[in-house]
């Protein structure tokens, strides 16, 4: 079968349903392509027994009026402001986040705390050059300071050592979330740190709501999302996009259109061109690699375990990044408020030892790296000994793609992409992964709404 239609995306979650929204609002023609059963991409909301939780909770937060203004009047009252609380989790001890100098203090230990002064007036003196994540956090917080809360967190979400990261994650991303620049604003009482923010806006029912609610108001306008179809390949000839070729449940479909808007890995995306493109655009598109995310989630028989919304894990010996409370995003994601529904997350490689294990060896895992953590400690005297046999139901979600790699040469190989891909007269890719860029939500939104306006 055969459909014609003016606007194909590919993708939807928050991006291409940014894109749909804004050109069927528009009176153009859309559809939505989509290979989950749900919208909302690594921004959805998943279900367990009643009980809701994102793939990593979702916080809604941007200085853009024009993507604030869409949220408020999409969700309207269901658009929460909620109270943040995170702390980190590092040495067996909790630091307080936003840092608390007799906190910081009383965890690191005096002597610590000298060191720490003493290896970042060093590192003031001898800058090293910035070509790498590490070279960029020493010259800033100290060898000493990155050693401390740096490595091993950084390691364990990249799966790649500090000197081989780039120092544009750091850039982008320390200079606004930064555990250590808090530390260092605590210690040398340098002005506010903006991600010290302690609220936040977040859908009553998840982050997933906000993208569901995009989904109904698309198809109101008279667009139409296609969930469940896999793209499978992408037809070109003479530098335009002909049509691409979905599965949807075992039936092979083509839809041809006029412009095409992709939200796809930018990687997998030129591998699923055909007429194949040269060499070196699919060695390029290769060497792009992303981190998968795995979240598991275990419902547990009782109420107020901790009042954090979620906590960094920095210790190496285990393998968790984060731990999620989801009772404290919105009590409505929990059906039973005698229950707390935690969410243990963790990165890996796609189709790793770690990706491949069963949901069974997952939630064990889980379970026991929350047996040896403090806060557990804490919320077995609450909970009696044997909290972690009252761990009742657990479900595994695991999702490629979730984290694109900064490696030193990832800009080369995607200025390589680029240039090609600007052939594509009737193509655009954009989103987090369309664009190879660690976007949140908003910086995505906006990437769909430019992209429908080029259009419109
Ligand atoms: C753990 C984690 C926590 C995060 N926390 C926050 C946060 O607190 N705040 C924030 O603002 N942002 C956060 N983000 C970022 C946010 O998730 C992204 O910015 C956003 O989801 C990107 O939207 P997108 O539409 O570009 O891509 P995606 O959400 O990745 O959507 C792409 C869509 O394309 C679909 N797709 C892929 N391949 C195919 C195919 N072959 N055929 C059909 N469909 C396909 C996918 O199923 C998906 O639905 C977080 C990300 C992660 C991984």
């Known amino acids: 079968m055969v459909i014609h239609k003016k606007i194909v995306i590919l993708g939807a979650g928050p991006t291409g349903l940014a894109a749909g929204y804004e050109l069927s609002r528009s009176k153009n023609q859309v559809v939505i ?40 009047n999409i969700l309207k009252d269901d658009f929460l402001e909620r109270p943040r609380l995170s702390r980190i989790y590092y040495n067996k001890k909790f630091f307080n986040y936003p840092l608390k100098i007799k906190n910081v203090l009383k965890n ?37 300071l990155f050693k401390i ?68 108001k698309i198809k109101e306008n008279q667009g139409e999302i296609l969930l469940n179809s896999y793209v499978q390949k992408i037809n070109y000839q003479d530098n335009k996009i002909k049509n691409i070729v979905i599965k949807n449940k075992g039936e092979t479909r083509e839809i041809s259109g006029d412009n095409f808007i992709s939200t ?25 690699k992303f981190r998968s995310f795995i979240i598991v989630t275990l419902t547990i ?10 906590i960094y894990i920095h210790d190496r010996n285990l393998k968790t990044i984060r731990i999620q409370n989801f009772n404290n995003w919105s009590p409505d994601l929990v059906k039973d408020k005698n229950k707390t529904v935690l969410g243990v997350e963790y990165v890996c490689w796609e189709n790793d030892d770690f990706w491949n294990k069963s949901n069974k060896e997952l939630i064990n895992l ?87 306006h080029n259009i419109i």
Not at 190 to 216: D, R, V
Not at 304 to 310: A, I
């Open 33 to 72: 392509i989509e290979r989950n059963k749900k919208v909302g991409g690594l921004s959805r909301t998943e279900e367990c027994n009643g009980n809701f939780f994102d793939i990593g909770g979702h916080r809604f937060l941007t200085k853009e009026k024009r993507v604030l203004d869409l949220w408020k």
């Open 149 to 216: 809360f740096f490595k091993s967190y950084t390691e364990k979400l990249w799966g790649i050592g500090t000197k081989e990261l780039s120092s544009d994650w750091a850039r982008q991303r320390i200079q606004g979330l930064s555990l250590f620049k808090a530390i260092k604003d605590a210690l040398f009482r340098k002005g506010k740190e903006k991600t010290l923010i302690k609220k936040f806006y977040y859908p009553k029912y998840g982050s997933g709501q906000m993208y569901e609610k995009m989904a109904e």
């Open 366 to 452: 889980a379970k026991e790296e929350l047996g040896a953590i403090n806060i557990t400690k804490k919320a077995s005297q609450k909970l009696g000994s044997s909290w972690l046999e009252e761990i009742k139901a657990g479900k595994v979600i695991k999702a490629k793609d979730a984290y694109p790699v900064y490696t030193p040469k990832f800009k080369d190989d995607l200025k390589v992409i680029l240039d090609y891909l600007e052939n594509f007269k009737n193509l655009q890719t954009v989103g987090r992964s369309g664009a190879f860029c660690y976007n949140n939500m908003d910086d995505s939104i906006l990437s769909g709404l430019n992209s429908a």
């Open 108 to 144: 690191l230990g005096l002597l610590n705390s000298f060191l720490v002064i003493f290896s970042f007036l060093k590192a003031k003196i001898k800058k090293q050059k910035e070509d790498n994540f590490e070279a960029w956090v020493t010259n800033r917080f100290g060898k000493r």
């Open 301 to 310: 028989d009782k109420k107020d375990l901790f009042p954090d919304n979620w």
């Open 264 to 288: 796809l890995p930018i990687n997998k995306l030129i591998l699923k061109l055909s007429p194949q493109p040269p060499k070196e655009i699919i060695k390029a598109a290769q060497a792009l």
